[in-house]
């Protein structure tokens, strides 16, 4: 009778443990979720033609939000940019940079395409802006702070400064902190392209 007790318990046990392996096992091989940054928006870009969250779609897509009034993060991250897609090579084929407006007051598409008609921006650049409420909808899917400081012709905008790598799919790949050295933004940007 104790025997057989003892031999039920390992039998149990080892039930246990077979059950428990398998389990974990199967969670283990399940894909994890991704982020969720990103979505869809409907903005337009800065030759005035309505663009949605499409235009991410085939190539790799480095986002970022600032406004062109900007006096220094927007035009630094955008160097930063140029400067690593130059270090990209034969790669910066497959990446395209977006800079989405947080100021829409000031703004227009045609604010845009002179901003970002300067030298040092890549001509791949794509600029959106909108109105209040399309900034807004696609700053909530980007999970992006921004907020107004001042009244007047001089205020400025308080925003978030990271840039998300997008595949080219659409979907969220990584995060590239402000300020990172245009060496340290191309190795991220390989890394994940290299899967």
């Known amino acids: 009778m ?6 039920l318990i390992v039998v149990c046990l080892l039930g246990l443990l077979v059950i428990g392996g ?3 096992r199967a969670s283990a091989l399940k894909s994890q979720p991704s982020a969720a940054v990103g979505g869809p928006f409907q ?3 800065q030759n005035g033609v309505a663009t949605t969250e499409k235009v991410l779609k085939g190539k790799w897509s480095a986002v970022f939000f600032g406004f062109t009034y900007c006096p220094d993060v927007c035009p630094g991250t955008l160097q ?3 400067a690593a897609t130059e270090l990209l090579g034969d790669e910066a084929k497959d990446l395209q940079i977006v800079f989405i407006s947080i100021d829409p007051e000031r703004d227009s598409a045609a604010q845009m395409k002179a901003y970002l008609s300067a030298d040092y921006v890549p001509k791949s650049t794509i600029g959106l802006t909108g109105s209040q409420a399309q900034i807004d909808a696609a700053a909530k899917a980007y999970k992006v702070y921004y907020a107004k400081v001042g009244t007047g012709p001089g205020y400025t905008m308080d925003h978030s400064t990271l840039i998300y790598l997008m595949d080219p799919k ?3 790949s990584t995060v590239i902190p402000y300020n990172q050295p ?9 890394a994940a392209m290299a899967g």
Do not use: E
């Open 2 to 7: 104790l025997r057989q007790r003892l031999v």
């Open 22 to 24: 398998l389990a974990w």
């Open 43 to 45: 903005l337009v870009d």
């Open 80 to 82: 930063g940019l140029a």
């Open 170 to 172: 659409g979907r969220f």
């Open 182 to 190: 245009p060496a340290d933004i191309a190795a991220r940007i390989k």
